[in-house]
T-cell receptor
Framework: AQSVTQLGSHVSVSEGALVLLRCNYSSSVPPYLFWYVQYPNQGLQLLLKYTSAATLVKGINGFEAEFKKSETSFHLTKPSAHMSDAAEYFCAVTLTGTASKLTFGTGTRLQVTL | NAGVMQNPRHLVRRRGQEARLRCSPMKGHSHVYWYRQLPEEGLKFMVYLQKENIIDESGMPKERFSAEFPKEGPSILRIQQVVRGDSAAYFC???????????????FGAGSRLTVL
């Protein structure tokens, strides 16, 4: 069975500061990993995905994530936060061959302050 | 190109009533997934359907919940005799057929928020 753990249910950063949202996964086989963003009253939007190609994955809106097998991590980063980045971010995992069943973390709410 | 459309966006029901949530997938998508998000929790997989077939319902509660995706029309998630614990956001996602070597990317709707009084 697979699972993801997101450390920190709330993260607050200043505008222009580095964004780091943590995600650790547990999987018995090579996983596929995703980050989704949810803006208020909207559905989830895919930010980026890791599917066993490059370990550093670039996504939309300046976000990127690095797959580190030794640390079982897939942390999301952005060099400089913008006010529009305030949202809830979900890490998700699925196993190779069972791509339909995403397992989500509990989410991290990002607050961006002036 | 409309995305995944869910309705109603908000639904209020009294205990014991029925709730029906509808989902129209993106154009060209033949696979539909339902997820439930309880307050302060992540999304939990409920069911995966293709047209006229339930592929995986391992996340569905054993009683009162059912889902269908008919040949024509939207997918329906039906909850009979609702209880307060059913209050949640229900998200639908769709995808094209799974590529042979990769992972599906799910496109999510905006969700239906069910409140049971």
């Amino acid at each position: 069975a697979q699972s993801v753990t997101q450390l920190g249910s709330h993260v607050s950063v200043s505008e222009g500061a580095l964004v780091l949202l943590r995600c650790n996964y547990s999987s018995s086989v090579p996983p596929y990993l995703f980050w989704y963003v949810q803006y208020p009253n909207q559905g989830l939007q895919l930010l980026l995905k890791y599917t066993s190609a490059a370990t550093l994955v670039k996504g939309i809106n300046g976000f990127e994530a690095e797959f580190k097998k030794s640390e079982t991590s897939f942390h999301l980063t952005k060099p400089s936060a913008h006010m529009s980045d305030a949202a809830e971010y979900f890490c998700a995992v699925t196993l190779t061959g069972t791509a339909s069943k995403l397992t989500f973390g509990t989410g991290t709410r990002l607050q961006v302050t002036l | 190109n409309a995305g995944v459309m869910q309705n109603p966006r908000h639904l209020v029901r009294r205990r014991g009533q029925e709730a029906r949530l509808r989902c129209s997938p993106m154009k060209g998508h033949s696979h539909v997934y339902w997820y439930r998000q309880l307050p302060e929790e992540g999304l939990k997989f409920m069911v995966y359907l293709q047209k006229e077939n339930i592929i995986d319902e391992s996340g569905m509660p054993k009683e009162r919940f059912s889902a269908e995706f008919p040949k024509e029309g939207p997918s329906i998630l039906r909850i009979q005799q609702v209880v307060r614990g059913d209050s949640a956001a229900y998200f639908c996602a769709s995808s094209p057929p799974q590529p042979p070597s990769g992972a599906n990317v799910l496109t999510f709707g905006a969700g239906s928020r069910l409140t049971v009084l």
